[in-house]
T-cell receptor, first 112, second 111 residues
């Protein structure tokens, strides 16, 4: 079975500080994704990756950057966190068919 | 501009009855549709999918129906069980890997 580890699982930070969330997969799936979930908005795609060093923007990419230097790791960085980025962030991989994503357990970020 | 819409924020049904969750989409380029289920404090899990070349797909108690002319899909759960209580997200994709989700419908199945 596909496995995803997100870290940290919980983080509280202050406005203006940089934050990096890490997503690690135990297999070598090509596609990896970062989504955020907010009340009233559902799940929104931030960025996704289709290979090492290959990434593309999602619908809410402003204020976020990503990097994928190894197949198994996909990093999400908030260069200067804002309160509007308080959210639950989910990483996902695509181990099977089109759109069939396997999600991690989420990282809850609070920006004060 | 919301491309995938779930207009019912919540739905409550009795155990053993049918649950029908609805979803509308606006982008005619979408050709693959999925439903995900999410329990509190967990990541979403894939439930069932349907390609635009089909109008129905069934998996056990779960059936997804697609009406392309109306740009509408629905998820039927028969019979509903208390363990089905969760938030259900409709999702769609076109030619890219970008999966677009609706805002979700919270289903409560009462014993």
């Amino acid at each position: 079975d596909a496995g995803i580890t997100q870290s940290p699982r919980h983080k509280v930070t202050e406005t203006g500080t940089p934050v990096t969330l890490r997503c690690h997969q135990t297999e070598n799936h090509r596609y990896m994704y970062w989504y955020r979930q907010d009340p009233g908005h559902g799940l929104r795609l931030i960025h996704y990756s289709y290979g090492v060093k290959d990434t593309d923007k999602g619908e809410v990419s402003d204020g976020y950057s990503v990097s994928r230097s190894k197949t198994e790791d996909f990093l999400l960085t908030l260069e200067s966190a804002t309160s509007s980025q308080t959210s639950v962030y989910f990483c996902a991989i695509r181990p099977r068919g089109p759109g069939e994503l396997f999600f991690g357990e989420g990282s809850r970020l609070t920006v004060l | 501009d919301q491309q995938v819409k779930q207009n019912s924020p919540s739905l409550s049904v009795q155990e053993g009855r049918i649950s029908i969750l609805n979803c509308d989409y606006t982008n005619s380029m979408f050709d693959y549709f999925l439903w995900y289920k999410k329990y509190p404090a967990e990541g979403p899990t894939f439930l069932i999918s349907i390609s635009s070349i089909k109008d129905k797909n069934e998996d056990g108690r779960f059936t997804v129906f697609l009406n392309k002319s109306a740009k509408h899909l629905s998820l039927h759960i028969v019979p509903s069980q208390p363990g089905d209580s969760a938030v259900y997200f409709c999702a769609a994709k076109g030619g890219s890997e970008k999966l677009v989700f609706g805002k979700g419908t919270k289903l409560t199945v009462n014993p």
